[in-house]
């Protein structure tokens, strides 16, 4: 027995230094009395985000139409699309716009967060007159940003079937005065010059404002 223990006994310390190891890298779980005490102070409530009818000559669906070859996935390709994003478009200093797809009509629609007063009407971002093919094209998600520097915030909206769109504020500008926002005060524009067949499922921008 001895020399079994001298023969083994390196593994035997190793075996030891994990169990040691492994007690020590466990992650704390905390009891279920005081998990739930901080559960308690959070609440959360369902609401729903503004809609608009469907476009002429559409119907809400939901299932897309889809090329006959991926019949067999039409169901994960009715899956996408579904973004929502939360920004102070406005200029009242809140984060309390959305902009958001609505996969059932493939509609990119603003409005006042669900819960804050509503400030202006909901209406949906039209590509037009840029090209535009509803049964081949569909918006995938929108992000908002500044992105010609003039200090209003723009809406980038990337699209199965086409390059990305960016949907520029106009209009003036007075820090700290919100404005009721309306399509009209949206142009759309190109980010690539050549426009070509594009398919973006999501989109991020980072920067340094000094």
Not at 33 to 56: D, N, V
Not at 80 to 102: E, K, R
Not at 119 to 134: E, G, I, K, N, V
Not at 166 to 183: E, I, N, S, T
Request: net charge positive; charged share 20%.
């Amino acid at each position: 027995m001895k020399q079994f223990v001298r023969q083994h006994s390196r593994r035997f310390m190793a075996i030891a230094l994990i169990a040691v190891f492994y007690y020590q890298a466990r992650l704390p779980k905390l009891p279920e009395t005081e998990r739930a005490a901080l559960a308690s102070r959070f609440r959360f409530a369902q609401l729903p985000l503004p809609e608009l009818p469907a476009l002429p000559g559409h119907s809400r669906r939901s299932v897309r139409a889809v090329n006959p070859a991926l019949t067999h996935i039409s169901a994960w390709i009715s899956s996408v699309g579904a973004a929502v994003a939360l920004n102070d478009l406005d200029g009242d200093g809140l984060p309390n716009d959305v902009c958001y797809v609505d996969p059932r009509t493939d509609q990119v629609i603003v409005a006042t967060a669900p819960g804050t007063p509503a400030r202006y009407q909901p209406f949906a971002l039209d590509p037009s007159p840029l090209p535009y093919d509803p049964a081949t094209m569909a918006p995938m998600g929108c992000l908002p940003g500044d992105f010609n520097e003039d200090g209003l915030t723009d809406i980038l909206v990337y699209y199965w079937g086409r390059t990305p769109v960016v949907f520029l504020r106009k209009g003036d500008h007075l820090p700290g005065v919100p404005v009721k926002l309306a399509p009209s005060m949206y142009v759309p524009t190109e980010v690539v010059l050549q426009p070509a067949r594009w398919y973006t499922n999501a989109a991020t921008m980072t920067g340094t404002r000094i």
